[in-house]
């Protein structure tokens, strides 16, 4: 199974080590998702810009792992959609983002540069 990561699950980022057992696939841009900054994580959900991000191949205790992390939030439903590397999970953010800074370029690494609203 595979599993895209768009923020702190990301190379060098504050919760890779939850990557560390996962092989990564690749990178890509997924088009019809929007990025907003939630403070310390992103919030990305469905609408008109795109989404950078990385596709791992990982075994179900990883993905447990992720829906425990996940989950303690309860910020975030997880959907399979289709990537260049196959169908993988994505987490969802579940609420409203109206009131949120959107990160235009969709690069949660950019966040900071000139990319946000």
């Not at 998702?33 to 989404?51: I, N, S, T, W």
């Not at 975030?76 to 109206?98: H, M």
Request: proline share 3%; aromatic share 12%.
């Amino acid at each position: 199974m595979r599993i895209i990561v768009y923020g702190s699950l990301r190379r060098k980022q504050g919760n890779s080590h939850w990557m560390t057992n996962a092989m990564l696939l690749g990178e890509c841009e997924l088009e019809g998702y929007e990025m907003y900054d939630l403070g310390h994580f992103p919030a990305v959900v469905p609408g008109e810009g795109k989404v950078f991000c990385e596709v791992y191949r990982i075994n179900s205790s990883i993905l447990a792992e992720l829906d425990e992390l996940k989950s303690n939030s309860k910020d975030y439903r997880r959907e399979l959609i289709q990537t260049p590397f196959g169908s993988a999970w994505i987490y969802i953010y579940l609420y409203s983002v109206d009131s949120l800074p959107r990160i235009k370029c969709g690069d949660w690494l950019k966040r900071d540069q000139e990319c946000s609203e």
